[in-house]
């Protein structure tokens, strides 16, 4: 029998009088806001004394049991605070007040608004008026409280006290907010508290205590509202965490004007320069500065008002950065010229700044080498290569709203409704900088996304069709963005209350997600930026992994190459099929009904193929190459049935006699011949090559003919011929005899020869199984994990859509197995493979392929399992370049240090 536990659990951690029960390494605990606090307490700063209620009384409220010592806990700890003080909460003379904030292990903008002021009720804001000599503040404190309790607590829309406010304003004549005077602010809250019984249907609570507890309560939901779970669905963030919840002494900014309130940087995190940044408002409280009511000053403008406080504040924070060695963002606030810390953190910054920081720390000799490689993000470094938004040439409110950053970069253009539109706009030389504005995307629009310099998209996520397609153009994307309606029949679309047509000027932020009126300012990109380059040579050689790209065309595997990839891991030949010189040949192909017009047809497809290999091998000279034999199923060649069968009956009726139609009929036929219901689980992979041999012969004699024909000239080719979708060995063998017959011959014809590879991809669960016996004709492995996770989870790669996002709404997929591999199930077969493999063939080369190979997470697992490389598209290299870093310096003990 269990004997009953009793609870150990330390629920509330006070700070103040220059000591804290916690500190700055209890994140997990207390959460990022709670640890600072405790720490800057510790480190005799001047903090409003306080106390933290610790994540698992969230985590208790989520299960829907709340023990009884935490309220216990609170109490006491309540009382503390008061003796401390000098004060009771709400009431008395001189009444304490507090503010209930949320705060979780990791800065979360999703959740819960801070409530501030609480104490105040009809009584104690009479004595904070009394004892102040200022019934101003005090009235206007009062009003913020039931407005922010309102809307925080009771749910009760801003807008219902913004209209009570606003009414007053104009009844007053009053321009800002300050010109309302005591009095008037006493009749707004009379009429907030009529606000808050009509909407609550509950008074505005006049115990103090009771104000806290829900206050409290209120937090603890906060971790469970949309904002919230959709933020941490993007930033991969676990939903177990909870979030705590921090009770502090007001001070105010509001007094007065010797009192004000700001939040800084140590670092400008925009640009990472060493310089002081920062804003503040005199006589303002909490989120004035940043919510835009009032425009703040620069924090220089500070040391011109009370030079005293801004060296202080100067000294604290520069203290602050050394001690927790990191850009530290900060909230401070001054009451009657006195300093106050309220907040320090490691601050957000973009992928320049991380990268600029990180160096620079390392030249003061605040960090190693190593860590400051562990610092960036490997996401981030992208940012380096895509052109951006300046943001200090964008005019304040041209930022029209904000959607997901699907795919990084900035665009200007005009915007256009339909991709037919966007191509027939470019082709009319109407426009020549096009945003494409959609609902959502479908492979139908293609043509369109590749002429616009931008896509702008009103639904879907992360993993839309826009987002994946545009990341992989290296284009510009914003997905997501909910507050744009899109009315593609009208030609407009509606945000910020503008109504915005076709030939519109707008411009994407596809870093920040940000939708920006008119022509921003655009800064270019560039891999050879200095700061990059030096990053980058300190983290290259912790690096196991080797990095290689996928690339179809020579101009993509120079880019890769100019962003450090080492050799190209997937090139996928039948993209070369479809460029309009050759379609007709590979449709003759298709067509032919017996061998020997098949290979008329190939013959004509075989020198075209050679040059785009010898392109390859010369844009590569002296890295790998790895060629794909024809994947697809051959349908994807042919017109659909259904633009057939139209076409057909159209003739039918104009031109009966027409030879066109009798070349329709026969095309319909076989088309419906290829029809198959699965076609990604049909005649595809090497089963084409299996079924037409002489597609895999011509092939490899083109891959061949042109390694020997470049290497001739002197340059160093390395050819590796890969097999697509093999399942067995004997599948396998049977297209590697081809592969290798058709190697001797060329060689013979040639004269020389050229070191050559044959494997395969591992993309079936069947091959992972078997990769041992796979192993004795493969010389190389590359997990295609695209085909990988659709074929494991069973799961249609082009249909997914339809599921995952319930699935990830629903938490049974935290992340979309086709963006991040899925190591749990997809990763047991890879780690699977690549040790049946090795134990037939030691010194077998394996990889990746696909989207994964450029995902962080999905890299550093590829270099646990021993791969010897990933390959991503070439604007992905970088981003996998640091993660193969992070990853070796990990495995020696280094922990992540990126800011989430
Ligand atoms: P967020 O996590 O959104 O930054 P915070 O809890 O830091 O929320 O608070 C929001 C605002 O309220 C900040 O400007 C902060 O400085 C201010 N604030 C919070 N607590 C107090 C307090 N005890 N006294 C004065 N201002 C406070
Ligand atoms: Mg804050
Ligand atoms: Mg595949």
């Not at 916690?22 to 106390?51: H, I, Q, R, S, Y």
């Not at 904070?128 to 009003?143: K, V």
Request: with cysteine; hydrophobic share 40%; glycine share 10%.
């Amino acid at each position: 029998m269990a004997t009953p536990t009793v609870s150990t659990v330390k629920y509330v951690y006070s700070f103040g009088g220059g000591k804290a029960e916690g500190n700055g390494k209890m994140k997990d605990t207390l959460g990022g806001k709670g640890a600072g606090l405790a720490e800057m307490t510790n480190a005799g700063l001047p903090v409003p004394p306080g106390f933290t209620i610790q994540t698992e009384a969230c985590r208790e409220y989520m299960r829907g049991k709340i023990s009884a010592e935490m309220d216990k806990e609170m109490d006491a700890a309540l009382a503390q605070l008061e003796a401390l003080q000098g004060q009771k909460l709400g009431a008395g003379d001189n009444p304490l007040l507090v503010s209930v904030r949320s705060g979780a292990k990791f800065s979360m903008p999703g959740m819960m608004d801070t409530i501030l002021n609480l104490g105040l009720n009809d009584e104690s804001v009479k004595a904070l008026a009394e004892r102040t000599q200022n019934p101003r503040f005090a009235y206007d404190s009062y009003r913020r409280l039931i407005q922010m309790f309102g809307n925080v607590v009771l749910d009760i829309e801003k807008a219902h006290f913004e209209e009570v406010f606003d009414g007053k304003k104009k009844q007053k004549k009053a321009k800002l907010d300050t010109d309302l005077d005591a009095r008037a602010l006493q009749e707004v809250i009379v009429e907030y508290k009529k606000v808050v019984k009509k909407h609550a249907k509950i008074d505005f609570p006049q115990d103090s205590h009771e104000q806290l507890v829900m206050a409290r309560d209120a937090v603890f939901r906060s971790w469970q509202n949309d904002r919230a779970k959709h933020y941490r669905r993007m930033n991969n963030i676990d939903d177990m965490l909870g979030t705590a919840v921090n009770v502090q002494a007001m001070v105010f900014g509001n007094m007065g004007e010797t009192s004000g309130t700001g939040v800084g940087f140590t670092r400008n995190p925009a640009t990472g320069a060493k310089e002081f940044w920062g804003e503040f408002l005199m006589n303002a409280q909490g989120e004035d500065v940043v919510s835009g009511v009032r425009t703040p000053m620069n924090i220089a403008k500070l040391n011109e008002i009370m030079p005293d406080v801004y060296e202080q504040l100067r000294d604290i924070t520069s203290r602050m950065e050394k001690h927790y060695r990191d850009m530290q963002d900060f909230e401070f606030t001054i009451q009657d010229g006195k300093l106050y810390m309220l907040q320090t953190r490691n601050g957000k910054r973009t992928g320049l700044a991380a990268v600029r920081v990180a160096i620079d720390m390392v030249n003061e000799g605040l960090i190693s080498k190593e860590e400051a490689v562990l610092r960036v993000e490997p996401n981030q470094v992208v940012e380096f290569l895509f052109p951006r938004v300046d943001d200090k040439a964008l005019a304040k409110d041209a930022v029209l709203t904000t959607g997901l950053p699907a795919s990084p970069g900035a665009a200007v253009g005009q915007i256009v409704f339909t991709a037919d539109e966007a191509v027939a706009m470019l082709h009319k030389g109407k426009m020549k900088n096009i945003i494409l504005v959609r609902g959502e995307t479908t492979p139908e629009d293609i043509h369109g996304m590749e002429v616009a310099a931008g896509i702008l998209t009103s639904r879907g996520g992360m993993s839309s069709h826009a987002a994946v397609v545009t990341r992989g153009m290296g284009k510009c994307c914003v997905a997501g963005a909910g507050e744009v309606k899109v009315d593609e029949k009208k030609k407009e679309m509606r945000v910020a209350g503008q109504t915005f047509k076709e030939g519109d000027w707008i411009s994407l932020d596809g870093t920040t997600g940000r939708v920006i009126k008119g022509k921003a300012a655009v800064l270019p990109g560039d891999p050879k930026d200095p700061k990059l380059v030096e990053f980058m040579s300190w983290a290259d050689p912790y690096r196991r992994l080797k990095i290689r790209s996928n690339a179809d065309i020579p101009r993509d595997a120079k880019a890769a190459q100019a962003f450090g990839a080492e050799g190209i891991g997937l090139c996928r030949t039948e993209h070369m099929f479809f460029a309009e010189d050759r379609l007709p040949h590979m449709r003759t192909m298709i067509l032919a009904n017996n061998e020997k017009d098949r290979r008329a047809a190939l013959k004509k497809l075989l020198p075209m193929q050679r040059k785009d290999f010898e392109g390859l091998f010369k844009a590569m000279d002296g890295y790998g190459v790895t060629i794909r034999t024809i994947d697809p199923p051959l349908h994807e060649f042919l017109p659909s049935r259904e633009s057939l069968m139209v076409e057909i009956a159209k003739l039918e009726i104009t031109k009966p006699k027409s030879p066109k139609l009798k070349e329709l009929r026969t095309l319909l036929e076989r088309v419906e011949e290829l029809h198959e219901l699965n076609p990604m689980l049909g005649h595809r992979g090497c089963r084409l090559g299996i079924t037409y041999p002489e597609i895999t012969e011509m092939q490899a004699r083109a891959i061949i003919e042109a390694a020997v024909n470049v290497s001739k000239k002197g340059i160093k080719v390395l050819p590796e011929i890969m097999i697509p979708l093999t399942g067995s060995l004997k599948e396998l063998r049977h297209q590697t005899n081809i592969v290798r017959r058709v190697a001797e011959e060329v060689f013979k014809e040639k004269g020389t020869k050229v070191d050559y590879m044959v494997g395969t991809m591992i993309e079936l669960p069947r091959a992972a199984l078997v990769a041992d016996q796979i192993a004795e004709e493969a010389e190389f492995f590359s997990f295609g994990t695209n085909d990988l996770t659709q074929t494991t989870f069973g799961f249609s790669r082009d249909d997914v859509n339809k599921i995952l996002p319930i699935y990830m709404k629903e938490g049974l997929l935290k992340q979309d197995p086709f963006a991040v591999l899925d190591q749990e199930g997809v990763g047991q077969l890879v780690k699977m493979g690549v040790e049946r493999g090795r134990a037939t063939r030691p010194d077998l080369k394996v990889g990746i392929c696909g989207e994964h190979g450029g995902e962080p997470e999905s890299v550093k697992f590829c270099h646990r399992v021993g791969l010897n490389y990933v390959s991503c598209s070439p604007f992905r290299v970088l981003t996998a370049r640091l993660a193969a870093a992070q990853a070796a310096l990990e495995e020696k003990g280094g922990s992540g240090g990126a800011t989430k």
